[in-house]
């Protein structure tokens, strides 16, 4: 049986893998439709390369909007190099700002509200395997919503299925593993709570 190949402007929203993967349904690497992910990933490497070579912001927007299959506001600002092995379930808001060397994986959806900051080398991570060794082979997707106006500092990794709340702030090399509440500044190993935002 012949494989169908991954268009460019495909919908992938409604392709039933990426559904599945969406929607935190467990998947095993042997699903018959596993191979839509490699097509995806070998895409976006492509598209990665011409991104991180990019010599302006508005090349660089150009690029990331082709990664993401959605125009990204002018208003937005990443610095290169960025790395994401799908891309295509990131959505950013207006007037962001990603900082260098960030690394998002996205198989769970990935959103961005207005006015958020991101420091260099903050990781957002959706995608996670079972503890038992004899599931590790299965993929399971949880999303990541930073909100409104959140500020992430310099290498946080957020992991699967965190909200981080509106005006919220993240202090620098937190591991963040449970939800932000809005208003708060949050830091440490997993993160907890530091203080209150007046």
Same mark, same amino acid.
């Given at each position: 049986?012949? /494989?169908?190949?991954?268009?460019?402007?495909?919908?992938?929203?409604?392709? !039933?893998?990426?559904?599945?993967?969406?929607?935190?349904?467990? #998947?095993?690497?042997?699903?018959?439709?596993?191979?839509? $992910?490699?097509?995806? &990933?070998?895409?976006?490497?492509?598209?990665?390369?011409? @991104?991180?070579?990019?010599?302006?912001?508005?090349?660089?927007?150009? /690029? @990331?909007?082709?990664?993401?299959?959605?125009?990204?506001?002018?208003?937005?600002? @990443?610095?290169?190099?960025?790395?994401? =092995?799908?891309?295509?379930?990131?959505?950013?808001?207006?007037?962001?700002?990603? =900082?260098?060397?960030?690394?998002?994986?996205?198989?769970? %959806?990935?959103?961005?509200?207005?006015? #958020?900051?991101?420091?260099? /080398? #903050?990781?957002?991570?959706?995608?996670?395997?079972?503890?038992?060794?004899?599931?590790?082979?299965?993929? &399971?997707?949880?999303? $990541?919503?930073? /909100?409104?106006?959140?500020?992430?500092?310099?290498? #946080?990794?957020?992991?699967?299925?965190?909200?981080?709340?509106?005006?919220?702030?993240?202090?620098? %090399?937190?591991?963040?593993?449970? !939800?932000?509440?809005? =208003?708060?500044?949050?830091? %440490? &190993?997993?993160?907890?709570?530091?203080?209150?935002?007046?």
């Amino acid at each position: 049986m012949t /494989k169908e190949a991954v268009q460019p402007d495909q919908d992938f929203s409604e392709t !039933d893998l990426f559904d599945r993967l969406l929607a935190g349904e467990p #998947v095993r690497m042997d699903d018959p439709a596993y191979y839509k $992910i490699g097509e995806l &990933v070998s895409r976006t490497m492509q598209l990665s390369v011409e @991104l991180n070579g990019a010599g302006t912001p508005d090349l660089i927007r150009r /690029k @990331l909007s082709e990664i993401t299959g959605s125009e990204i506001d002018a208003s937005t600002t @990443l610095f290169a190099p960025f790395y994401t =092995n799908v891309g295509r379930f990131i959505k950013i808001g207006k007037n962001v700002f990603i =900082n260098h060397a960030c690394s998002f994986l996205d198989l769970g %959806g990935i959103t961005i509200e207005d006015d #958020v900051l991101i420091g260099p /080398k #903050v990781n957002l991570i959706t995608e996670n395997h079972p503890l038992n060794p004899l599931e590790r082979k299965v993929l &399971v997707c949880r999303p $990541i919503v930073i /909100k409104r106006n959140a500020w992430i500092g310099a290498g #946080v990794t957020v992991l699967p299925g965190v909200t981080v709340g509106e005006n919220a702030v993240i202090a620098a %090399g937190a591991v963040v593993n449970k !939800d932000v509440p809005p =208003n708060t500044v949050v830091g %440490g &190993v997993p993160a907890k709570i530091i203080k209150a935002i007046s």
